[in-house]
């Protein structure tokens, strides 16, 4: 009996590991240019309503900080409890109000995880596949870029504009048409439609065709998915 125990004691028991230094900085090192990657390719493609280059200026950080964590904490189970019992102290108040943004910071904290246990090549490889997905991904939505659109035609000069052949000349141009708002104050007036598009020519020609109608008209185009 009082070998099991001394056994499990020294199972337990922290043991002092010298991590060869060169290995742990390039490592480091790494974490931090995957991290900076990931943001750039993240402020790009990223479709959150947030401010996206400021959220992914964490990401070094973050990297860097999980590998150097699981770096320390790898070689000794005793450090891996007492990494579980902190972490169900720390309480985490940032609201994630994006699923895109908590797929980031799971990618981030894989980045650490992966080098932060040697594993360099399985890690660098999976993070290039998977910003490649991201930007095919990117790709074939460009072909979507006129979907989900806020149209808002305005004009001072409401007498000269006929809405409903306005809402003619959408319905002629757009796959899906449905009136949000209107908006009447003595000579103006504004509506605003959700619309889809299917192509830029389509766009093109149905702000011509509205146009043609009336010069005092203003249209703005607005992606229902967010601003850059």
Request: aromatic residues 10%; hydrophobic residues 45%; proline residues 1%.
């Amino acid at each position: 009996m009082n070998s099991k125990i001394s056994t499990f004691n020294e199972f337990l028991t922290t043991q002092s590991v010298q991590l060869p230094i060169l290995s742990f900085c390039l490592n480091l090192v790494l974490s931090a240019f995957l991290g900076w990657l990931l943001g750039l390719v993240y402020a790009k493609y990223g479709k959150a309503l947030s401010n996206r280059k400021r959220f992914s200026s964490n990401f070094v950080l973050m990297a860097m900080t999980t590998m150097v964590i699981i770096t320390i904490v790898k070689s000794s189970l005793a450090l891996s409890l007492g990494l579980v019992g902190a972490l169900s102290i720390v309480r985490f108040r940032a609201a994630i109000k994006d699923p895109e943004e908590l797929s980031y910071l799971f990618l981030t904290i894989a980045i650490g995880l992966g080098l932060g246990a040697d594993q360099v090549v399985i890690t660098v490889v999976s993070f290039f596949i998977i910003v490649t997905v991201i930007w095919l991904k990117s790709s074939k939505k460009e072909s979507l870029d006129f979907h989900n659109l806020f149209l808002t035609v305005s004009s001072r000069e409401a007498r000269s504009v006929d809405f409903s052949l306005i809402t003619t000349i959408l319905q002629k141009h757009c796959d899906r048409l449905s009136l949000r708002r209107m908006d009447e104050n003595g000579e103006n007036i504004e509506a605003t439609y959700a619309i889809d598009i299917d192509s830029f020519e389509q766009f093109q020609q149905c702000r011509k065709d509205i146009h043609e109608h009336s010069q005092s008209i203003s249209i703005t185009f607005l992606d229902n998915r967010g601003i850059d």
